[in-house]
């Protein structure tokens, strides 16, 4: 049998999930406008491939905030493994041992980070929304330091979770054998209860997320551990010049996957102006509508040190468990290894902007 392509594995994930879930996953925000331009906006870009250049010895591999990568690749932090396979958070783990990838995990993961840890052979990141309980989030803090996690990463972009019709209408809430494993249950119950036309999500987020954040808090945070802080979510050159200034040691351009501001730039518009507003050694990464080894150049291209990866590596899980996961991964570093060798750029420094091109308009 063929290997299955990522759309092969879209369909059969699709078919293996409810359908609330499979709408939970898929779905974003308000009239889902920035979650069809997520992969629009990469269908624009064309490469330009050089020719006669020895290709003999494609490399791939990167190095992020001290680890090196086998491919310039993470799982981006996705809540509630579970949902899609038993196993959930540690068979992901152990894909991204396997695939060579960064792990980030989610703070509503749905096994504990410690776990997650357990189960890795590479490296792992913590991903945090910032709680109104904050010795919650300093818990959090510590437990990740104690389990080897490698960096801290703030996720910017929802200081509350959006309007998400699909969920709204399905009344989506999470079930009960299904928990936030890291946090204390009081503190997730809602997750569980969607009044009339709302989400367990939204509800739940609503009452724990805290809205007052800005810049200042993050000396809060800053002084509460020794990890490298990563900022999630940042899409302009204003914020990731702040960022900087407030001394973040990595960014993750992003739109949340079209699921929290509807409307807002892709990832992929926003990221020139942001690789352009940070020192040249600041790792800034990009999610968000990745699907194909020719998305991972294109957004290298353009100055992303590595990309982020979500809904495949889910869709994989389902497929599959730990196996189906990894065979995502390893199938978007086979394709991005095929496009160097066939765009004339075996090394990462040779991606450069030159690598790419606009779509003639009229086309
Ligand atoms: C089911 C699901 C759950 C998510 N949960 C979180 C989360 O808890 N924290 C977070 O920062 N981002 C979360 N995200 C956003 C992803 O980290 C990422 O930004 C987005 O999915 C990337 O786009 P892609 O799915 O098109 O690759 C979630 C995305 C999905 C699909
Ligand atoms: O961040 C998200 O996209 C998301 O779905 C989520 C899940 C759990 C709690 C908060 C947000």
Redesign the pocket.
Known sequence: MPLPTMSDLREHARERLSAAVWD???GGSGAERT?RE??AAYAELRLRPRVLVDVSQPDCSVEILGDLLASPVGV?????HQ?VHPDGETATAEAAGIAGVLL?T???ASRTLEETAAAASGPLWL?L?WLRRREALAALVARAEAAGYRAL?L?V??PKVAVRPRDRRNSFTLPADITAANLDPALTERSHRAAGGTSGIEEHAREQFDPSITWSDLAWLRARTRLPLVL??VLTGEDAALAVEHGIDAL?V??????QLDRAVTALEALPEIVAAVPADLPVLI?????SGTDIAVALALGARAV???????WGLACDGAKGAAGVLELLRTELLDTMILSGRPTLDRLDASAVTRRAAHR
């Open positions: 939970f996953i898929e979650l997520a992969e981006a932090p996705m809540a509630y949902l980030v989610g703070i509503f991903q929304y990463v996720t972009d929802a999630k979510g993750i992003s739109n949340h996957g079209g699921r999610d968000g509508g990745i699907r982020l990866v979500g809904r495949p590596v889910l």
